[in-house]
């Protein structure tokens, strides 16, 4: 764990899960344009499966849907940023659903490994939920941003935009959560509803592989709350 990751992750960095139709050109793409390592696949059942690459010991997460899914918001989660040794300028990509990347040199905006940019109406809002009601420390290198360990999650301002995400539901096209890794589901999770924050799905346990659940910030933005029984060695409510 990194100096600044909160005691509560499992893990000290943020995992990223996104929806596609398309998935030989997605995988195609995030495997040898971005470099991602395929780990494994995941049957989520539903007709989704997830195929799960690492970096830097984070997780992609692309879930193949069989069944159409809903066009890709235009808010929401809006970007990623990675930082590469071997990137020396910005350098803007959109995969081929339309995700949009921004690979960055080491050490930009104090980026040694990946953000995700989420719409936000205000600073306000923004750190409302990600630092006071999950409990993740504001980011001193950006101007509204908050630290996952040596991941971040930044706030994009765009408040006509990101009104729209209130509604919309986890399965369609696009970025669509995030995921922390924690050490216990149940007491994040009902701090985060204490706090202010939106239930998306109650904890539940998935065999002997984890324990999940969602939370959503004040403007519907998805977030999985994980408890993987090979980081934190049980999977006992608490």
Known sequence: MTDDAPGWLAKDCLDI???????????SFWQNEIG???DHMLPLGGGVRQYRHDFGGA??????ARDPLPPRPSAGLVRVLIAQPDTQTERELFDPDG??????????????HWAVEVAASNESEFLGFYEHALGLPKDDGLDCAVS???????ARLEPDEAAQTQSEP?????YRYTTLQV???????????????????????????ARISFVRDGLGNWMELSQRASLTGSLEPG
């Open 17 to 27: 899960g996104l929806f596609t139709n398309n998935l030989d050109e997605m995988l």
């Open 36 to 38: 991602l390592t395929f």
């Open 59 to 64: 997780v992609l997460k692309i879930n193949h």
């Open 99 to 112: 995700n949009a990347l921004l690979l960055v040199p080491m050490g930009h905006m104090g980026l040694t």
């Open 148 to 154: 996952c360990g040596k991941s971040k999650i930044v």
């Open 170 to 174: 986890l399965a369609r096209a696009g």
């Open 183 to 209: 050490q216990k589901v149940d007491t994040i999770h009902a701090r985060v509803l204490k706090n202010g924050g939106r239930e998306g799905r109650a904890p539940e346990t998935l065999g002997e592989t």
